[in-house]
Protein backbone atom coordinates (compact mmCIF):
# COMPACT_ATOMS: atom_id res chain seq x y z
CA UNK A 1 0.00 0.00 0.00
CA UNK A 2 1.41 3.07 -1.07
CA UNK A 3 1.49 5.92 1.76
CA UNK A 4 2.70 9.14 3.08
CA UNK A 5 2.30 10.01 6.73
CA UNK A 6 2.90 13.96 7.09
CA UNK A 7 4.35 14.36 11.33
CA UNK A 8 5.40 17.24 13.28
CA UNK A 9 2.60 19.93 13.52
CA UNK A 10 1.55 21.36 16.52
CA UNK A 11 1.06 24.53 18.00
CA UNK A 12 4.26 27.17 17.82
CA UNK A 13 4.31 30.93 18.86
CA UNK A 14 5.14 33.34 16.24
CA UNK A 15 8.48 33.56 15.29
CA UNK A 16 9.12 29.87 16.01
CA UNK A 17 10.32 26.70 13.97
CA UNK A 18 9.02 24.08 12.93
CA UNK A 19 10.26 20.74 11.13
CA UNK A 20 7.62 18.54 9.28
CA UNK A 21 8.55 15.01 8.21
CA UNK A 22 6.50 12.67 5.70
CA UNK A 23 7.38 9.64 5.67
CA UNK A 24 6.52 7.21 2.68
CA UNK A 25 6.49 3.39 2.45
CA UNK A 26 5.48 1.53 -0.82
CA UNK A 27 7.03 3.20 -3.26
CA UNK A 28 10.53 3.30 -4.68
CA UNK A 29 11.11 6.73 -2.53
CA UNK A 30 14.34 7.90 -4.41
CA UNK A 31 12.00 7.24 -7.63
CA UNK A 32 9.62 10.29 -6.75
CA UNK A 33 9.46 14.02 -6.48
CA UNK A 34 8.61 15.41 -3.52
CA UNK A 35 6.33 18.28 -3.10
CA UNK A 36 4.90 19.87 0.14
CA UNK A 37 1.94 21.86 0.21
CA UNK A 38 -0.65 23.76 2.63
CA UNK A 39 -4.57 24.42 3.32
CA UNK A 40 -6.61 26.81 5.62
CA UNK A 41 -10.01 25.44 5.61
CA UNK A 42 -12.02 27.25 3.04
CA UNK A 43 -9.46 28.36 1.12
CA UNK A 44 -7.65 26.82 -1.57
CA UNK A 45 -4.43 24.45 -1.69
CA UNK A 46 -1.16 26.64 -1.55
CA UNK A 47 2.38 24.74 -3.18
CA UNK A 48 5.19 25.85 -0.74
CA UNK A 49 8.41 23.97 -2.48
CA UNK A 50 9.37 20.83 -4.37
CA UNK A 51 12.93 18.49 -4.08
CA UNK A 52 13.90 16.44 -6.89
CA UNK A 53 14.14 12.93 -6.62
CA UNK A 54 18.12 13.07 -5.64
CA UNK A 55 17.90 15.68 -3.61
CA UNK A 56 20.05 18.16 -5.27
CA UNK A 57 17.24 20.81 -6.09
CA UNK A 58 14.79 22.72 -4.52
CA UNK A 59 12.24 25.39 -5.69
CA UNK A 60 10.43 27.27 -2.91
CA UNK A 61 6.98 29.19 -3.89
CA UNK A 62 7.81 32.97 -3.11
CA UNK A 63 5.16 33.17 -0.10
CA UNK A 64 7.96 30.84 1.93
CA UNK A 65 11.30 31.79 0.34
CA UNK A 66 14.18 32.42 2.49
CA UNK A 67 11.95 30.46 5.66
CA UNK A 68 11.45 26.97 4.51
CA UNK A 69 13.82 24.50 3.61
CA UNK A 70 13.29 20.89 1.99
CA UNK A 71 15.34 17.91 2.29
CA UNK A 72 15.24 14.33 1.81
CA UNK A 73 16.92 11.42 2.98
CA UNK A 74 15.98 8.38 0.67
CA UNK A 75 17.57 6.01 2.91
CA UNK A 76 14.88 7.02 5.50
CA UNK A 77 12.56 7.24 2.55
CA UNK A 78 11.10 10.82 4.21
CA UNK A 79 10.76 14.34 3.25
CA UNK A 80 11.29 17.34 5.37
CA UNK A 81 9.90 20.74 5.22
CA UNK A 82 12.06 22.79 8.26
CA UNK A 83 10.01 26.29 8.76
CA UNK A 84 11.30 28.86 10.17
CA UNK A 85 10.35 32.52 11.26
CA UNK A 86 6.69 31.20 11.34
CA UNK A 87 3.47 33.55 11.87
CA UNK A 88 0.13 32.96 12.27
CA UNK A 89 -0.22 33.25 8.36
CA UNK A 90 1.17 30.01 8.75
CA UNK A 91 -1.44 28.43 10.27
CA UNK A 92 -2.69 25.43 7.99
CA UNK A 93 -2.54 21.67 6.92
CA UNK A 94 0.46 21.17 6.05
CA UNK A 95 0.29 18.15 3.14
CA UNK A 96 2.63 16.37 1.10
CA UNK A 97 2.88 14.87 -2.20
CA UNK A 98 5.21 12.75 -4.32
CA UNK A 99 5.06 12.10 -8.49
CA UNK A 100 7.65 10.29 -10.18
CA UNK A 101 7.88 14.01 -12.13
CA UNK A 102 8.47 17.16 -10.69
CA UNK A 103 5.86 18.89 -13.03
CA UNK A 104 2.76 17.49 -11.54
CA UNK A 105 3.96 18.68 -7.99
CA UNK A 106 4.89 22.52 -9.18
CA UNK A 107 1.76 22.59 -11.02
CA UNK A 108 -0.61 20.83 -8.67
CA UNK A 109 -2.61 24.07 -7.39
CA UNK A 110 -2.78 25.32 -10.86
CA UNK A 111 -3.70 23.09 -13.42
CA UNK A 112 -6.59 20.34 -12.42
CA UNK A 113 -5.38 18.19 -14.82
CA UNK A 114 -1.97 17.38 -13.39
CA UNK A 115 -2.61 15.89 -10.02
CA UNK A 116 0.17 14.44 -7.74
CA UNK A 117 0.09 10.31 -8.13
CA UNK A 118 0.32 10.62 -4.35
CA UNK A 119 -0.71 12.34 -1.44
CA UNK A 120 -0.45 12.52 2.39
CA UNK A 121 -3.45 12.76 4.77
CA UNK A 122 -2.11 16.51 6.13
CA UNK A 123 -0.29 17.51 9.30
CA UNK A 124 -2.07 20.94 11.18
CA UNK A 125 0.44 23.52 12.29
CA UNK A 126 -1.47 26.00 14.63
CA UNK A 127 0.99 29.49 15.05
CA UNK A 128 -0.44 31.66 17.87
CA UNK A 129 0.40 35.16 17.92
Known amino acids: QVQLVESGGGLVQAGGSLRLSCAAS????????MGWFRQVPGKEREFLGAIIRSGSSTLYADSVKGRATISRDNAKNTVYLQMNRLKPDDTAVYYC??????????????????????WGQGTLVTVSS
Open 26 to 33: GLTFSSYA
Open 97 to 118: AADPKLHPLVVATTDMDSTPEV
